[in-house]
Structure formats: structure tokens, C-alpha cells
Nanobody, 120 residues
Framework: HVQLVESGGASVETGGSLRLSCAASGYTYNRNCMAWFRQAPGKEREGVAR????????YYDDSVKGRFTISQDKAKSAVYLQMNNLQPEDTAMYYC??????????????WGQGTQVTVS
């Protein structure tokens, strides 16, 4: 069983920065990617960024390219999301996910509980 615990969410002003962290624990044999998703009130959950844990290849949604950076620390089984130049439309609950890589996408197998980001 894999457990994912996010942290780092907060309320920030427009143009500010945040760094989200996700710590993974448990047996991870069936996952080779990690990703960040977000869900705003009244909207569907959407993928934001993903990383293939073996190669380190990263992919981003167009809405965050150039502003967000996903990274990993394999020794700590952790993944991070550096978010710069935050905008009100980035306001959402952010979820960490671990899963299986398919093409250029990460299919979630496990989810964290989420961390709230509010930009105003």
C-alpha cells in the first residue's frame, strides 16, 4: 500500500510563489511516475505536471508551462511542485498522485489527500 502526503499549500497573493511537497511511503513496485493534479470548485480534476520517475522526463499542462516545475528526490521518495507567478485561476485543491506511465501521461494508482492553494 502506498501512502502519499502533501504539504505546502497556503494562501498567497497574485504573483507569489509556493512549493508543494509530496512524500511517498509504502511498496511502490507498481508505479513509475508521479504527478500533480488540481481541482477547483465546480470543476473537474485536471493534470498539472507529471514526472517519469525513472528517466526524470517531465510534462506540463499548457496553463502552467514556464511557471510550475515538478521535481523529485528519489532518496526521499518525494516529489515537489514549485509554483511561481501564481494567478487567481491557480486556486484549487492540489493532489499528488503515483501511477503508471503511459505514453506521455501518468495514470494514477494512488492519491494523496490534497493541499489547498488559494491565490488572491
Amino acid at each position: 500500500h502506498v501512502q502519499l502526503v502533501e504539504s505546502g499549500g497556503a494562501s498567497v497573493e497574485t504573483g507569489g510563489s509556493l512549493r508543494l511537497s509530496c512524500a511517498a511511503s509504502g511498496y511502490t513496485y507498481n508505479r513509475n511516475c508521479m504527478a500533480w493534479f488540481r481541482q477547483a470548485p465546480g470543476k473537474e480534476r485536471e493534470g498539472v505536471a507529471r514526472i517519469a520517475t525513472g528517466s526524470g522526463n517531465t510534462y506540463y499542462d499548457d496553463s502552467v508551462k514556464g511557471r510550475f516545475t515538478i521535481s523529485q528526490d528519489k532518496a526521499k521518495s518525494a516529489v515537489y511542485l514549485q509554483m511561481n507567478n501564481l494567478q487567481p485561476e491557480d486556486t484549487a485543491m492540489y493532489y499528488c498522485a503515483a501511477g503508471l506511465w503511459a505514453g506521455s501521461t501518468c495514470i494514477p494508482t494512488y492519491w494523496g489527500q490534497g493541499t489547498q492553494v488559494t491565490v488572491s
